[in-house]
């Protein structure tokens, strides 16, 4: 089944604006974004509900610091399958989707991995765990190759909407 390219959404600076301010900081009230972007509530509503339906806006989080909370080890692992299959695929997927250490997973190209992880534990002892006692035990993962996070140099999650002037 082939898959439809989706049609881009047009936004205005006014939108844009209102985006820039939300992803650096989710837990503004209306009012509070109303007064930033230069609108009243009303219409700064409107246009945060017609963001959200659009699908633009997914959902609002709040980022924790993982130190502070003891998880003081992140690990990028590089998974490879035995087979390239819908099927394998789709069953991996599910299965790491029940894993809370796992903050992305992501499908790639490009590396001698079919699969990229980013894994968020205590320590190298839970990781260990982790690694023997779900990751390799997870049908058709045939190569696993970590790599452990020494420190952050960037780490955001807001987009560059810059581009969509």
């Known amino acids: ?6 049609e881009l959404i047009k936004l205005d600076r006014m939108d844009r604006s209102i985006l820039e301010h939300l992803q650096q900081d989710g837990s ?3 009012q509070e974004l ?3 972007v230069g609108l009243s509530p009303s219409p700064c509503l409107r246009r945060v509900r017609a963001l959200e339906e659009a699908g633009i ?18 690990a990028i692992i590089l998974i490879g399958m035995d ?4 099927e394998r695929f789709s069953a991996f997927e599910e299965q790491i989707a029940e894993y809370p250490e796992v903050q992305e997973c992501y499908l790639i190209t490009g590396q001698d991995a ?3 992880l980013k894994v968020v534990v205590p320590d190298m002892d839970h990781y260990h765990h982790f690694l023997l006692n779900r990751i390799t035990r997870i049908q058709g993962v045939s ?13 955001s999650t807001a987009l560059p909407l810059g581009y969509l002037a």
């Open 1 to 6: 089944m082939p898959i439809k390219k989706q």
């Open 28 to 30: 503004l009230s209306n």
């Open 34 to 36: 109303a007064e930033k």
């Open 57 to 74: 806006i997914l959902k609002r989080a709040t980022i924790l610091d993982h130190k502070k909370l003891g998880l003081a080890l992140t």
């Open 83 to 86: 087979r390239h299959t819908p």
């Open 114 to 116: 079919d699969y990229m």
């Open 143 to 155: 190569g696993v190759h970590s790599s452990f996070v020494l420190r952050r140099v960037i780490d």
